[in-house]
């Protein structure tokens, strides 16, 4: 075991010249007291006075954590003092204490304490003793002691103790099932043992009987529990230490839909001050009912999840909807700083009560952290009843989706706000999964999509959505190589956004145009129509189009043979790359950076650019920057030769 190991080596280094102190905590059953008793097997021989054991009743159902003058009491009497000799006064007996541990080298194992101050007057005051200490707390408040927290066990470590308990045989017999039922566990040695134990009375059961009972979230917790120990008993113990207002939070993270969470969205579901929820965070998180994988953010453990939200059942539905709002508007307030020309077709919400965003670089940070529970919440918030909040989170994140090319998570986004849409909102819905499918190369689905978005456009005289179906159905078109269907719709579109004032589609339809012409070969023409996409987009500040009108122009350069002259439009695309967030221009300008560079005569530089944009192209599996890496790869090797 890791955590022996790295405790010996810190009391090898201390020589036994100082009261050597050792503070594990950890999670309930996550085999603190296990580890402690291990450790002083282990040290038996190093230590011949003997070796202590006293469990404080920190954490103990139906007790109360002991005060220090019993334990002194306890402790006084299993060291050998007769009990007529124990004084009465918690003073004297820490001084008598100390005194029977000055002339011995024992090993005192001090369990489920409740915090530092139940320790502190139990501590030998002279050199000699090792002292190993458990609780669910940090024990920062005992001096000069190596802290240790336990982690849950690795998957590997999980299946070899269910092994042990079950059997070897019937971990063998089912792996997959018994990776699954340790997973189920949360890794936690606790509820393996529970478990496994209740596969060891039940012969006939199959590893997989219990893993199909584990697998209902909401009846997990009561098929975790035997007939004196339960996962849940010992989680109920910590909730039952904490402060009225951090129970609260608890319960309400419990409604919580999402993977982990930042500091406004749980002020969100308390309906406190940033704060304030910070405070009772971290108050969760010393109790070992909350984790804290990076600054700043918070997550559960499984089971402890399970148990939170066993709590939330009366928890009132105005908390989920703060939540909702201060995730719509956070992502709002994002993504108008990453493409702010598309502001206008966002959701109109108030600003966050949150600080904004300082750059681009930090709106780009949060969606990134947050994207997984924005999505997690919308599949939420459509089965219970909160349609707006889906509307808006689809329409707001549908482009920063794509640039990503976080295109499963874009599919469920938006086929969710098609469950709950109705009128105008079904025709942007299908637009946005038509967007989606024509990036995954899916032209026909795309197509079809893209069809019924500018039908019910057409039918609500929606014009701005007659002229995003029209851009979107052109590019379709240009994929499938239809280049007299593809400009016919880019060029409808370009009037209608004339029309109707619409910037953005102006510009998304010059883009295209150049595409249209560059595939025709007329390369003259494709310039200049990206010259003009790049004169509109920077006009109304679109630096998305703007950036990829910088690769359209290399592209046609390159074809023109102004090779120098492409690959430093090439190189402008790259650096706004990362700026706007879009991975999937990366990997085209990688790719158009190295056919100049081919073309140009320098193969070595080529093929360095197309192994970086195969590298970016099979990170975010673009279908089509991938092959385009390979065949400029094959060029530029043998180029080499």
């Not at 703060?322 to 959701?347: I, N, W, Y």
């Not at 956004?497 to 070969?521: F, I, K, M, V």
């Not at 390159?558 to 221009?585: K, M, T, Y």
């Amino acid at each position: 075991m890791g955590e022996v190991e790295s405790l010996l080596a810190g009391l090898a280094r201390d020589g036994g010249t100082a009261v050597v102190i050792s503070a594990i905590d950890g999670m309930g059953g996550i085999g603190k007291t296990t580890l402690a008793l291990r450790l002083a097997h282990r040290l038996a021989a190093e230590y011949p006075d003997g070796q202590l054991f006293l469990d404080l009743g920190g954490h103990t159902p139906g007790q109360l954590p002991l005060e220090p003058g019993v334990a002194l009491g306890r402790l006084l009497r299993a060291a050998g003092v007769a009990a007529e000799q124990v004084p009465v006064d918690a003073g004297e007996r820490a001084a008598l204490w100390r005194a029977v541990l000055a002339r011995r080298r024992v090993v005192l194992v001090l369990d489920n304490a409740l915090d530092s101050a139940q320790v502190r007057p139990l501590l030998p005051g002279t050199p000699g003793a090792l002292v190993l200490i458990t609780s669910r707390r940090g024990l920062t408040g005992v001096d000069g002691a190596t802290l240790l927290t336990l982690d849950v066990l690795p998957p590997g470590d999980a299946i070899a103790l269910l092994g042990r308990i079950v059997g070897r045989d019937r971990v063998v017999r089912e792996p997959v099932a018994s990776a699954e039922l340790v997973a189920l566990c949360g890794f936690l040695p606790l509820a393996i043992r529970i478990a496994g134990n209740r596969l060891r009375r039940r012969t006939r059961w199959r590893v997989a009987d219990l893993v199909e009972r584990l697998r209902d979230e909401c009846g997990r917790l009561a098929e975790l529990a035997s007939e004196d120990r339960a996962v849940e008993a010992v989680f109920a113990l910590s909730y039952q230490h904490l402060r009225a207002p951090a129970r609260a939070l608890f319960r309400r993270l419990g409604l919580y839909p999402g993977v982990d969470l930042e500091v406004g969205a749980a002020a969100a579901l308390s309906g406190a001050s940033g704060a304030e929820t910070l405070v009772l965070l971290e108050e969760l998180v010393d109790h070992q009912l909350l984790q804290q994988p990076e600054v700043g953010r918070y997550r559960f453990h499984d089971l402890v999840r399970a148990y939170a939200a066993k709590l939330a059942g009366g928890e009132p539905r105005s908390a989920l909807t703060r939540l909702f709002d201060h995730q719509s508007r956070m992502a709002v307030a994002a993504t108008d700083l990453v493409g702010p020309a598309e502001k206008h077709g966002r959701p109109g919400l108030p600003s966050p009560a949150e600080p904004g965003f300082a750059d681009q670089a930090a709106a780009l940070s949060w969606l990134a952290q947050e994207r997984v529970n924005l999505v997690c919440g919308a599949g939420f918030a459509a089965r219970f009843g909160w349609p707006r909040h889906v509307r808006d989170l689809s329409t707001t994140l549908a482009r920063y989706l794509n640039s990503r090319a976080e295109h499963e998570d874009a599919l469920t986004l938006h086929n969710h706000a098609l469950d709950v849409a109705t009128g105008m909102d079904r025709g942007h819905a299908w637009h946005d999964l038509g967007r989606v499918r024509w990036r995954l190369g899916h032209y026909r689905e795309a197509a079809e999509l893209l069809d019924c978005a500018l039908a019910i456009a057409q039918e609500m005289d929606d014009r701005v959505g007659q002229c995003r179906a029209l851009v979107g159905l052109g590019y379709n078109h240009w994929r499938t190589g239809e280049l007299a269907a593809a400009e016919d719709h880019l060029t409808r579109a370009l009037a209608l956004a004339g029309e109707t004032g619409d910037e953005l589609s102006r510009c998304h339809a010059e883009h295209g145009l150049g595409y249209t012409c560059w595939s025709q070969g007329r390369h003259v023409q494709a310039l200049d129509w990206q010259h003009r996409a790049l004169a509109s987009s920077r006009r109304c500040g679109e630096a998305i189009v703007e950036a990829h009108a910088q690769y359209g122009i290399g592209l046609a350069q390159c074809r023109l043979g102004s090779h120098e002259q492409a690959s430093e439009h090439f190189r402008q695309a790259l650096a706004s790359a990362p700026l706007i967030g879009d991975r999937v221009l990366e990997a085209r300008a990688r790719n158009g950076l190295g056919e100049a560079a081919l073309a140009a005569g320098r193969p070595a530089e080529a093929l360095r650019h197309h192994q970086r944009a195969l590298v970016v192209a099979e990170q975010i599996a673009d279908h089509l920057e991938r092959p385009r890496a390979e065949f400029g790869l094959g060029q530029a090797s043998r180029a080499l030769v």
